[in-house]
């Protein structure tokens, strides 16, 4: 198995500029999570998806953050414009999420997002 | 998501030493995560606890959660330069997503 791959491992643009992020989660898991990490707020949970669906986006810093998941093996988080603080490790995680329990997350590698 | 304090933040211990790392609520928690994160790496899960007073074991690692379910802690025994990381907990609720705490970036001096 590949694991959670994310794309690209690192990403630079200046400010203004739309960011993509990919992410594709382990075949056969049904939940999937973008999650931001930088060093003031440590590991943030932006947005989470079952079956494909938005559950909550309670996370999302605010309207220039948008996620989308088209199909059971890919989904985006797109910036757009990008700024400065933006700037973080964005994280893809999958699991396989049973009724009544919380399996276990399995993270891409990342990607390093710096806004100029 | 629900909220945990974890602590201590920081840690920094000589090769051999012990370490522990506790992730406390002020609510009743359903079940809790632990993940580990090397240097310039990615989470990486340990363990899932559920039970109410239930202790697991992974080698050096010894895993507990409270008898009321509102703590957790993570205790490492001999600590090896392999241990070196962060140590988060991940408390997960009802709704089925999983917030995680700040963290403990533990540094083992050879």
């Known amino acids: 198995d590949a694991g959670v791959i994310q794309s690209p491992r690192h990403e630079v643009t200046e400010m203004g500029q739309e960011v993509t992020l990919r992410c594709k989660p382990i075949?056969?898991?049904?939940?999937l999570f973008w999650y931001r990490q930088t060093m003031m707020r440590g590991l943030e949970l932006l947005i989470y998806?079952?079956?494909?669906?938005?559950?909550?986006d309670s996370g999302m810093p605010e309207d220039r953050f948008s996620a989308k998941m088209p199909n059971a093996s890919f989904s985006t988080l797109k910036i757009q414009p990008s700024e400065p603080r933006d700037s973080a490790v964005y994280f893809c995680?999958?699991?396989?999420?049973?009724?009544?329990?919380?399996?276990?997350?399995?993270f891409g590698s990342g990607t390093q997002l710096s806004v100029l | 998501g629900q909220q945990v304090m974890q602590i201590p933040q920081y840690q920094h211990v000589q090769e051999g030493e012990d370490f522990t790392t506790y992730c406390n609520s002020s609510?009743?928690?359903?079940?809790i995560q632990w993940y580990k994160q090397r240097p310039g790496g990615h989470p990486v899960f340990l363990i899932q606890?559920?039970?109410?007073?239930e202790v697991k074991k992974q080698k050096r690692l010894t895993f507990q959660f409270g008898e009321a379910k509102k703590n957790s802690s993570l205790h490492i025994t001999a600590t090896q330069t392999t241990d070196v990381g962060t140590y988060f907990c991940?408390?997960?609720?009802?709704?089925?997503?999983?917030?995680f705490g700040s963290g403990t970036q533990l540094t083992v001096l050879p």
């Open positions: 995680a999958s699991s396989l999420t049973r009724t009544g329990t919380n399996e276990k997350l399995f």
């Open positions: 606890l559920v039970k109410s007073g």
């Open positions: 991940a408390p997960s609720g009802s709704a089925r997503q999983l917030t």
């Open positions: 998806f079952n079956n494909n669906v938005p559950i909550d």
């Open positions: 609510t009743t928690l359903s079940n």
């Open positions: 075949s056969g898991h049904n939940s």
